[in-house]
């Protein structure tokens, strides 16, 4: 019970970390090289552009890779975990849990956040003299985009940033459109956030999964529900023709009774995923959505 409860923070959390980026601008008439106004409403002025950079956040050490400033990685927390070249930048510690002497050793010229990290912490950081910007990740796959223009604009990468949040919005924009024809032939799909003896848990509407999970141009068995919690009567009633799993769980998943009377069980449509690809709004979401919609198309095959 313990490990789910974990695993449903991270992914509140991090979903959490994703609601409110606001475009950041730099104003040509000013000498400052970036002004923001942040997602705990402070006014954030950098006077100059940095060079040395810390990531608390792990979909932000994820564009950075993806933009190419990852030169400009000095720290990351010990939840960066891709790609894998991040496991050779030091760890400063957890979102709850900052490692401030280890923050301090890599003399960061500002450090970027999410919403785990409290407003305490960031008065503690900034009394030490180093900025803390906090960019909330969107709460939707599409908001994505800002964010990766937003870190191009802090890293001095906007060329390759603003290619890469285009490219986002128009697979997006394609995903929605092919999906049009699909309209009343989704596969259904169960996402094993938890199961066992502990309960069952599945993505409800309005998180990202349940939006990866329709641009993928399927349908949500959890559409329905308002929360992470799911009943075994409402999952056996549901009956999903595909089940996702985290691979680390799958085989369990699989041979464990009752789920073993699932059709998509009996039928060999359980698919085991990278969590990493699922569980947080990151850079690899478009992989899990391409991955489920693959899944889909082969059964009419």
């Not at 104003?27 to 006014?43: I, P, Q």
Request: hydrophobic letters at 40%; one cysteine or more; a negative charge.
């Amino acid at each position: 019970m313990k490990r789910i409860l974990k695993i449903l923070l991270i992914i509140t959390v991090l979903v959490g970390s994703l609601a409110g980026c606001r475009q950041a601008t730099k104003d040509a008439a000013s000498s400052c090289f970036f002004e923001w106004t942040d997602s705990y409403g402070r006014e954030i002025v950098l006077e100059k552009a940095p060079q040395r950079i810390a990531s608390l956040s792990p979909a932000i050490t994820e564009i950075f890779y993806m933009i190419g400033a990852e030169n400009k990685l000095v720290g990351v927390s010990d939840f960066c975990h891709y790609p894998p070249e991040v496991e050779k930048i030091p760890k400063i510690g957890g979102m709850q849990n900052i490692n401030m002497e280890a923050l301090l050793a890599q003399h960061p010229d500002v450090l970027l956040i999410g919403s785990m990290v409290s407003e305490k912490d960031v008065e503690t950081i900034e009394k030490m003299n180093i900025p803390v910007v906090t960019i909330k990740e969107e709460s939707n796959i599409e908001g994505m985009s800002e964010m990766i223009e937003v870190l191009g604009r802090i890293t001095g990468c906007e060329q390759k940033a603003s290619e890469e949040a285009t490219r986002w919005r128009q697979r997006i924009e394609q995903l929605k459109q092919e999906n049009e024809k699909l309209k009343g032939s989704e596969k259904s799909v169960f996402y094993v956030v938890g199961f066992g003896d502990a309960g069952d848990f599945t993505a409800p509407k309005g998180s990202h999964i349940h939006e990866m999970i329709e641009l993928a141009g399927c349908r949500n068995i959890g559409a329905e529900l308002s929360n992470w919690n799911v009943s075994r009567e409402f999952l056996f009633k549901s009956d999903p023709d595909i089940i996702i799993i985290r691979s680390e769980d799958c085989d369990a998943f699989k041979s464990q009774y009752p789920y073993t009377q699932l059709k998509a069980v009996k039928e060999g449509h359980v698919y085991p995923i990278e969590s990493g690809w699922i569980d947080v709004v990151s850079t690899r979401n478009l992989q899990a959505i391409e991955f489920i919609r693959q899944k889909a198309q082969e059964l009419d095959s």
